[in-house]
């Protein structure tokens, strides 16, 4: 009797992945979500410490606490709109649109950072907590869909991947190879970091759609 539940079990997940597009993947050690974790970790361990230096250092508790709460309540409202299954189908169809629009108000921060590092901060972190934050949601989606029944030996490596990343980037800063001495400097970081990270991540959703 368990042996025919989990054969019917797996033939409904298998039916599951047709309706949706899952394919049956081969790992590679070399794959383009692993290339965009280590790239993600190397550039977040350089940005980090200079936004402490060059941006938090500036902010009174208050501002900074408005900006938290950005980041942290709009991921909320987020997460209620993907589950809706449509929104999440809708969304998902864009992603790469979703991604170039993160990159252009990336690059506009150069432009609201002319009123003041407090609008600066709370800026980014609500373009963190919208739109950041629907793309990490939508390439869940994203790779379930790719990697299937290897989802989460994949994520494990990503989660390698993005440590490593980390890791060389917190070296590099540590030795003073990496410094970012101007405000202008860690914002062209910022747009970098960004284009560097979605030109692999956007590799599997193109590669879904041959």
């Given amino acids: 009797m368990g042996r025919r539940s989990s054969l019917l079990h797996f033939g409904e997940q298998k039916e599951w992945r047709q309706i949706h597009g899952v394919k049956e993947r081969n790992l590679r050690v070399i794959d383009p979500n692993i290339a965009g974790s280590l790239l993600d970790g190397f550039f977040l361990a350089v940005i980090t410490p200079f936004t402490v230096t060059l941006i938090l250092s500036q902010l009174t508790a208050r501002t900074i606490a408005a900006a938290t709460f950005a980041g942290c309540a709009l991921p909320l409202f987020v997460g209620l709109l993907l589950e809706h299954k449509s929104w999440q189908e809708n969304l998902y169809r864009i992603l790469p649109w979703i991604m170039g629009f993160e990159i252009l108000a990336t690059a506009a921060a150069f432009w609201i950072y002319q009123f003041g590092v407090s609008s600066y901060y709370i800026y980014i972190m609500a373009v963190f907590g919208i739109v950041t934050t629907m793309i990490a949601y939508l390439i869940r989606v994203l790779k379930y869909r790719y990697y299937g029944e290897h989802y989460a030996q994949m994520e494990r490596r990503n989660c390698m991947a993005d440590a490593l990343g980390y890791l060389i980037?917190?070296?590099?800063?540590?030795?003073?190879?990496?410094?970012?001495?101007?405000?202008?400097m860690l914002l062209g970081f910022c747009v970098l970091h960004s284009i560097c990270v979605y030109s692999f991540r956007v590799i599997p959703f193109l590669q879904r759609m041959d």
Avoid: K, P
């Fill in 169 to 184: 980037g917190s070296i590099l800063v540590f030795a003073g190879v990496l410094v970012i001495r101007h405000i202008w």
